[in-house]
């Protein structure tokens, strides 16, 4: 065994220990919701805009089948200076609790690597988001409606003006379907 093995041992065995042990497995099964409105929002945005790039439409529907034969979805961080900057800051992670390592994506790579493999329409959005997995306390102060919706209004907002250079990247790639586009 070479080294890089040893060391996908080792990761392989604290991803295990930590979901195994360390985690709580009713909130992994029932998350997001009773973590609050706040942190609800949050997933369902991630989910909203990784299904938008995508290109399906939810909208009056009841039941979802995504099939991957013919496209992908992938909804990761992005590379992105304010993201070097919360790492610096103890905000973000390189290395995750379960000891996986945070890769970030650079959105015009992948969707070059897309293009290569025959994926027709390619399309991605950042965002500009952070919460951690587990919701911190202070997250139940905006299940009170007045400060739910100034938190909406600030996150729409900021990220009309910054979500370019949002760390989240929602990524879509379709195979045998129109250009390739940004969203």
């Known amino acids: 065994m070479n080294t890089t093995d040893d060391l996908s041992l080792v990761g392989r065995a604290s991803q295990r220990h930590y ?3 360390a985690c709580d497995p ?14 609800q929002f949050l997933l369902a945005h991630k989910f909203r805009i990784g299904f938008t790039v995508l290109g399906v439409e939810l909208a009056g529907k009841t039941v979802l089948e995504v099939c991957c034969g013919s496209g992908m979805l992938a909804e990761e961080l992005a590379q992105a ?8 800051m103890g905000i973000a992670e390189d290395v995750e609790e379960a000891g996986n390592y945070v890769y970030r994506l650079v959105p015009d790579r992948v969707a070059e690597c897309l293009r290569q493999a025959g994926f027709g329409r390619v399309a991605w959005q950042r965002t500009l988001m952070y919460y951690p997995h587990e919701p911190f306390s202070w997250f139940r102060w905006f299940d ?12 729409g907002g900021a990220n009309l003006l910054f979500g370019q250079w949002g760390n ?3 990524l ?4 045998g379907q129109g250009p390739t586009s940004n969203a």
Do not use: M, S
């Not at 009713?26 to 942190?39: K, V």
């Open 144 to 155: 009170r409606a007045p400060l739910f919706w100034l938190f909406r209004a600030v996150f």
């Open 81 to 88: 200076a304010l993201t070097r900057v919360a790492v610096q």
């Open 26 to 39: 009713e909130f992994e099964i029932t998350r997001p919701h009773g973590c609050g409105q706040l942190y």
């Open 172 to 175: 879509a790639g379709v195979r």
């Open 19 to 21: 979901y195994d042990e």
């Open 168 to 170: 989240k990247l929602a």
